[in-house]
């Protein structure tokens, strides 16, 4: 039976996810989603090659990763399903991927963005996403490390 973790990070994959969340999980395999790295053969192997040798990493696009989850095609293992932002995210569960609980574990600061939360920044965009992630039932919350609690998104809602 498949058991899938979900982790908005823009580092995607980096020495925390692979040391102490894909630990944590039990991780068979990593699944990022994103369109310009799915496109960027140079970028998809070097992301291939951060990975232990005994995890999996596939790289899709939005609409290849929504028809393989409605196949149930890459169901049959512990993943981790890493995302760089939250765009990414709301454009999977608008093509109708239920996520029962979103991760947000690094998005950093920049020009329209505002501190929320540790070393995670939101823009109005991000906001507006998550607050329709949330309301389609995913439970949406904020975690850097494995041994913090998870801090909920309600907490920093507009």
Known sequence: MAEIKYRVDSRLIHGQVIARWSVKYGT?????????????????????????????????????????WQSSGLLDKKLLVLFKDVAHVDRLTQKGVKIDEL??????????RKLVYKTISLSEEDYEMLDRIAESGTKVFFQMLPEEDPFPYEKVKR
């Open 28 to 68: 068979q395999g990593i699944i990022i989603i994103d369109d310009a790295l799915a496109d960027d053969d140079f970028m998809k192997d070097i992301y291939m090659m951060a990975a232990p040798a005994d995890v999996s990493v596939d790289v899709f696009k939005v609409d290849e990763a929504a028809e393989k």
């Open 103 to 112: 991760q947000i574990g690094g998005l950093p600061s920049g020009a329209g």
